[in-house]
């Protein structure tokens, strides 16, 4: 499939939603898991209550039913964390993909010893799905599942947007911006960037084009490497390949 063809069916679009159509109670829910999984130290009733605007008796109800499904817990302090169930529901997502990618993020992870992973469109951001750390990671960045960046910042974002036509990416994001580097990658055939995200940091991605599916992004991220990122770009584009092959 060449860049300028569709990798998207028709009946796959944006998900839209208006206020008369969405749950509050459920929306506050998700919400709960969001800014638990943010945390790093736990959040308490009160904490909870505060981010979501609502009374400690709401929160409590919303946190208890969370609890019955294993996806919060609560440890003996009385601070809730993100729970176990989460990571049984991880694992539907995308759950071919991820079958297909770990062998080739393995590999590219422990060649180049970088973090290797894949990202995901999620409306005007981007999450990483799957990530494989090298043998030998001291001194690596670890880039964590669930992590979300704009695509405004970061090879991943720039990576997704090279496999659309700017019309296709206008009707999924209106108003996003299509950016000049994804016009870059579009001809060739990886994304690069640095800085964007955190100082001193790079990272090179390139798309993976699943037939059916928004596409998605293969990529490593680094500190500094003595491989020339043409080099590190032209395996990502290999291993992205490999991985819509086996999806074909």
């Known amino acids: 499939m060449g860049i300028g063809e569709s990798a998207v ?27 638990l999984a943010e945390s790093t130290s736990g959040m308490t009733i009160a904490e909870i209550a505060g981010s979501l605007g609502v009374h400690r008796s709401i929160a409590y109800r919303i946190l208890r039913t969370l609890e019955d499904h294993s996806l919060v817990l609560r440890d003996d302090g009385g601070r809730f964390w993100s729970g176990p169930g989460l990571a049984a529901l991880a694992r539907g997502v995308a759950r071919k993909l991820q079958s297909a990618a770990l062998p080739e ?51 991943p974002g720039i990576a997704i947007q090279s496999a ?39 990272s090179i991605g390139a798309p993976i084009r699943v037939t059916g599916q928004l596409p998605a992004a293969l990529a490593v991220v680094y500190l500094s490497s003595e491989v020339a990122a043409e080099e590190i770009g032209a395996r990502v584009c290999a291993a992205a390949a490999a991985i819509e092959r086996i999806l074909r």
């Open 105 to 155: 993020l393995t590999a590219l992870s422990a060649s180049l010893q970088m973090s290797a992973f894949i990202a995901v469109w999620d409306r005007r951001q981007c999450v990483t799905l799957v990530a494989v750390e090298p043998p030998r990671g001291e001194g690596v960045l670890v880039q964590r599942p669930g992590t979300r960046h704009s695509f405004a910042a970061g090879a």
């Open 9 to 35: 069916s028709p009946g796959v679009s944006a998900p839209k939603a208006t206020a008369s159509s969405t749950s509050q109670t459920l929306s506050r829910g998700i919400r709960v898991l969001e800014v």
């Open 164 to 202: 659309l036509t700017e019309e296709q990416w206008e009707e999924l994001a209106p108003g996003e911006p299509y950016r000049t580097e994804s016009r870059t990658a579009a001809r060739t055939g990886f994304a690069f960037s640095r800085d964007e995200v955190i100082p001193g940091v790079s």
